[in-house]
């Protein structure tokens, strides 16, 4: 009967990959949203909306906290497209019988770049930068000992010189495991808000109402006008088995389905072979079926382990982007203390 279960939900999830959709990427606010932080998902394909045994799913299903035990904070970074600089921070908190709560910071720095015009395509002499920032609260609890439900709300804001973007989001998750080792599911709706528009400085400028007037004032203040974007609300669906081989070895394997607002849907899966639970070889394929997709194959090697009763773990992930290169990301994680 389990077998049959995570047949129909493995074919559910394959099911989804085919269908139509239209692609507009690029065109929704709050891009970065979708740079996956963790280094341990990511090396597994980013298929993480069933797994609930650490902070790092609380990003892909806020319902994951809901495991949470202990106090647990994470640190992640990635060397991203361009020199771009990513940067994850979270901080998991244990309220016993009350579930559990989740403070996290996220961050997007492209470097100073130099500012070019149609008048002067090869530089002005000034320089500009984009960064981004979200901050979020999440919260999750156990309704059975087999269902979990979470939330998480982000506070964000898209910086571009002087000109800014700001809006807020909602993102909701459940998981439901079939038995206590055996066959997870889980579903999560993610970056549901209001739309955002630019305001800034650099929109400010001076317009001349009548060129082919002579009499008039050709240097009147105004302002321009953006038109609101979209956020990227992303719909993900998987499942999840870890599989036991032995006291000392496991293997856990993800399948999730993606079904974005401004992209196509794919489906991406990855592996885990967990050995004496302190080191972990991971591999994984990341959007398959996605339409002009760069991605591909993900792998990456974890360790962790106890040390005067802190655990602490330590990720490695890899992504093959295919013609824009690579992107390499390292985790840090560390847990203390209890729930009460």
């Not at 739309?195 to 929109?203: C, F, I, S, T, V």
């Amino acid at each position: 009967m389990m077998r049959r279960i995570a047949f129909l939900a493995l074919a559910s999830a394959l099911a989804s990959a085919p269908a139509f959709g239209q692609s507009k990427t690029g065109t929704s606010l709050g891009q970065f949203l979708l740079i996956e932080p963790s280094a341990r998902i990511s090396a597994m394909g980013n298929a993480g909306v069933s797994l609930v045994d650490g902070l790092d799913g609380a990003y892909y299903n806020p319902a994951a906290l809901a495991a949470i035990e202990r106090f647990d904070l994470i640190f992640s970074h990635s060397a991203w497209i361009a020199d771009i600089r990513f940067n994850y921070v979270a901080l998991g908190i244990p309220l016993g019988r009350w579930g559990n709560a989740l403070a996290s910071v996220t961050s997007l720095g492209s470097g100073e770049m130099e500012v070019r015009t149609v008048e002067q395509p090869f530089g002005t002499g000034e320089l500009f930068s984009v960064s981004d920032i979200a901050l979020g609260l999440g919260y999750g609890i156990r309704v059975t000992p087999r269902f979990a439900v979470g939330g998480q709300i982000h506070w964000l804001q898209e910086t571009i010189w002087n000109s800014r973007a700001s809006t807020s989001t909602l993102s909701v998750g459940t998981v439901y495991r079939v038995s206590e080792r055996g066959l997870h599911i889980g579903s999560s709706l993610c970056y549901f808000g209001t739309q955002g528009e630019y305001d800034g400085r650099d929109l400010r400028i001076f317009y001349d109402a009548n060129p082919a007037s002579t009499g008039d004032n050709p240097a009147l203040p105004a302002e321009q006008f953006t038109d609101p974007f979209d956020l990227p609300v992303l719909f993900r669906v998987g499942v999840g088995y870890p599989w036991q081989l032995n006291r000392d070895t496991r293997l856990h394997l993800t399948m999730d389905a993606f079904h974005p607002s401004d992209e196509t849907e794919s489906v991406s899966a990855g592996a885990e072979l967990t050995l004496r639970r302190s080191l972990a070889v991971r591999v994984g394929w990341q959007n398959a079926f996605q339409q002009d997709t760069e991605t591909g194959l993900t792998a990456g090697l974890g360790l962790r382990g106890d040390l005067e009763g802190y655990g602490y773990r330590i990720d490695y992930g890899w992504s093959d982007f295919g013609r824009l290169g690579s992107v390499q990301r390292l985790g840090l994680g560390l847990t203390f203390g209890g729930g009460e």
